[in-house]
């Protein structure tokens, strides 16, 4: 299942977005999909993930929890990432991926990276 972001722009602080991650196939067979970002100049980061088996479970980075939302629509095969309260050091192109995790806060990226989908905030 190839997973494509989409759905950046530029947006002024305090501003909001939604990202989707399109799936080629059943995002159930997944398993867990994550939103990662990167900054110029700065290391990929994990922001959420989402299970995308029965149940959903939610997962956000500290710099991101209360202000931003993972979900899932199966008829869609899409994962969104809801993002409020937008900061701009939230910039960064921002990519989905198949993630598994090791159970203690650390989620590792299982695909190849796609493209991205750039998202501005200007303060």
């Known amino acids: 299942v190839q997973l494509q972001a989409s759905g950046g722009g530029l947006v002024q602080a305090g501003g909001s977005l939604r990202l989707s991650c399109a799936a080629s196939?059943?995002?159930?067979?997944?398993?867990?999909i994550g939103w990662y970002r990167q900054a110029p100049g700065k290391q990929r980061e994990w922001v959420a993930s989402?299970?995308?088996?029965?149940?959903?479970?939610?997962k956000y980075a500290d710099f991101v929890q209360g202000r931003f939302t993972i979900s899932k629509d199966y008829a869609k095969n899409t994962v969104y990432l809801q993002m409020n309260s937008l900061k701009p050091e939230d910039t960064a192109v921002y990519y989905c991926?198949?993630?598994?995790?090791?159970?203690?806060?650390?989620?590792?990226?299982?695909?190849?990276w796609g493209q991205g989908t750039l998202v501005t905030v200007s303060s």
């Open positions: 196939g059943s995002i159930f067979v997944v398993g867990q």
């Open positions: 991926n198949a993630v598994d995790s090791d159970g203690v806060g650390d989620y590792f990226a299982l695909g190849p």
């Open positions: 989402i299970t995308t088996t029965t149940g959903g479970t939610t």
